[in-house]
Structure formats: structure tokens, C-alpha cells
T-cell receptor, first 108, second 111 residues
Framework: AQRVTQPEKLLSVFKGAPVELKCNYS??????LFWYVQYSRQRLQLLLR??SRESIKGFTADLNKGETSFHLKKPFAQEEDSAMYYC??????????FGTGTLLAVQP | NAGVTQTPKFRVLKTGQSMTLLCAQD?????MYWYRQDPGMGLRLIHY???????AKGEVPDGYNVSRLKKQNFLLGLESAAPSQTSVYFC??????????FGPGTRLTVL
């Protein structure tokens, strides 16, 4: 079965520290992977997609097929990065599979 | 463009009552989805639609029904609400199945 796993429910870091939000996937075929962000009481927004290999708000994510991972990274966390982050995978099924989310708390 | 909108924003129901949540999008998207968001559970897909007049079950469809009579609207119905359906409901739409655009959510409490 297709699955996206985010092992951490909560990640707390200090401002300026590096951040790595973990995401592992189990997919047949070639998945398309995404990171979505949800700021407090707001709608989910697309942050990154693996096919574009872009950096948004200082975040990057690299698809590692050998480790079946798509971890989200930022070298220096900011307080405004505090949010819920969801990893999601899509393919040929007309739908996305979401992980359970990781709450990132950046302390001053 | 208003994007994806949801009506209502908040609702409190008593057990056994019925209600319909409306999702509307003005982007001419083919695909539309209904999710529920619960603490520790992430987003779970309830039902989805790949085009006008079509619907399909997601991961947690029991207790819900949907209709897509018009391309721009996707309705989610609760025929007999239960406390287990207390949740935040998100609608999403997309021109392709992967990059989804979300609505602002509906916070539903069932007493």
C-alpha cells in the first residue's frame, strides 16, 4: 500500500538552528512528492514539490530514492517558520496521500 | 479569483442532525477532494471527484455522502451527525491530481 510517514509529531528548535523534518515514503512506481505547510488556523499551502527542485522561504527537499526519503531542510530556522508541515505523495491514483504532519516550533 | 471557498466556516450540530458543507472553486478545476483533519491523524481523504457528475470513496467515507452536480461545486453531506465527526473539514481542488489548492476549512462540532 502507498504510504507517507512522518515519524516526528513535534520538532522544537531554537531560532537560527538548522531544521530537518523527516518524511519517508512507500510507493510503487515513481511518486511525486510534496511538502505542504499550514500556519496557525490557516489553510494548507503548497511549499515545495520534488520535481521543481526549488527553494522556497529557505527550505529545500531532496528526493532520495535509495532511502525512500524526502526530508525538508532549512539551515537557519526563523520564528515565522513555526507551523504544521505535511509531506504528501501522489502518483497515478488521482489523489494525494498525506503524512500525519510534524509541528515545527521555533523558539526565540 | 476567489480560489477555493468553503461554507460555513463554523457549525455546531447535535447528534443525529444533518448538514451539508459546500465547497466552491472558480478555477475550472476537474478534481475536487474532501478531507478531515484530526489531531495526530493528519489529513484523511473522505471522498473525491475526478469530474462533474463523478464521485469516489476515499480513506474514511463512512457517514458521509457527496455530490458534484456542477463542476465548480462539491458538496459534503452528513445525514446523521455523530460526535466522532467533530473535526476540521478541508476541501481542495486541482487541475491535475497532485498539486492541490485548499479551502480555508470548516470547523464542525457535534455535541
Amino acid at each position: 500500500a502507498q504510504r507517507v510517514t512522518q515519524p516526528e509529531k513535534l520538532l522544537s528548535v531554537f531560532k537560527g538552528a538548522p531544521v530537518e523534518l523527516k518524511c519517508n515514503y512507500s510507493y510503487s512506481g515513481s511518486p511525486e512528492l510534496f511538502w505542504y505547510v499550514q500556519y496557525s488556523r490557516q489553510r494548507l499551502q503548497l511549499l515545495l514539490r520534488h520535481i521543481s527542485r526549488e527553494s522556497i522561504k529557505g527550505f529545500t527537499a531532496d528526493l532520495n530514492k535509495g532511502e525512500t526519503s524526502f526530508h525538508l531542510k532549512k539551515p537557519f530556522a526563523q520564528e515565522e517558520d513555526s507551523a504544521m508541515y505535511y509531506c504528501a505523495g501522489g502518483g497515478a491514483t488521482n489523489k494525494l496521500i498525506f503524512g500525519t504532519g510534524t509541528l515545527l516550533a521555533v523558539q526565540p | 479569483n476567489a480560489g477555493v471557498t468553503q461554507t460555513p466556516k463554523f457549525r455546531v450540530l447535535k447528534t443525529g442532525q444533518s448538514m451539508t458543507l459546500l465547497c466552491a472553486q472558480d478555477m475550472n478545476h476537474e478534481y475536487m477532494y474532501w478531507y478531515r483533519q484530526d489531531p495526530g491523524m493528519g489529513l484523511r481523504l473522505i471522498h473525491y471527484s475526478v469530474g462533474e457528475g463523478t464521485t469516489a470513496k476515499g480513506e474514511v467515507p463512512d457517514g458521509y455522502n457527496v455530490s458534484r452536480l456542477k463542476k465548480q461545486n462539491f458538496l459534503l453531506g452528513l445525514e446523521s451527525a455523530a460526535p466522532s465527526q467533530t473535526s476540521v473539514y478541508f476541501c481542495a481542488s486541482t487541475p491535475n491530481p497532485n498539486e492541490q489548492f485548499f479551502g480555508p476549512g470548516t470547523r464542525l462540532t457535534v455535541l
